[in-house]
């Protein structure tokens, strides 16, 4: 695990674009695991600003972490549609060949066994995530199971009253969705987490520092073979100084 801490929000996209780009530089068709939330955004404001015009995207395999359930298949709130207005139209990268749980064409137990299968079969090389100020990680609250593996999960009333910003009002935040388990995330060959802003200094210090845990989702990059974390100062001010060095 390498913990790399630089100023603010933007150096935070940066480093880490720098990061993906020279991963998609080894492989131009790699398989792009995003995130969706704030995090991630200056990463891939930074890809395009600073690395679209010397890499080719076009042949990228995507896919995201997780999916609401019980919104229309064209809402602008869905994964789906954040990943393709954020990730892959500004990179360039065809829908054809963005993956994520389709929870609009079957049941969502039988989407999320779906997910995992197509997950299974094309391991995923580069996995962007977020923290969740509760030490969640992709939609696994606390005290999901290690080793889980993509399901229906429910959001706590933490995450869903984090995530209120993003929707025209806090009621119809959706209280289901499908999410890769903890187990999947870890199958993915680099896992970059990307945490910025002073909300998120205790579940960092506890993801970081603590014992790997249930109570801490976050936890399990502890566990990874090849994780670096991209962190703000104020989001790592309580990591302990020895992981600093
Ligand atoms: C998003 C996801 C979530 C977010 C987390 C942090 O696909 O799975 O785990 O990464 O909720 O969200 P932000 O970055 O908005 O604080």
Redesign the pocket.
Known sequence: MELIIVPGYSEVGAVASDIVASEVARDHSLHLGV?????PLSLYEALVERHASTWDYSKLRVS???EYIGLPRESEYT?RKTVIRTVLRPLGVPEHQFTSPDVWNSAPEVAAQKFEEFLAEHPVDLQI????TNG????NEPNSGLLSRTRVARLSPE?RA?NARFFPSPDVVPHLCVTQGLGTILNSRMLLMVVSGAEKSRALASAVNGPLTAACPASIVQMHSNAVIVADEDAAREVAQAVWA
């Open positions: 995130a969706t939330g704030s995090s995201c972490l997780d994964y995530a977020g923290i969740g969640h990680i992709a939609f995450t984090a």
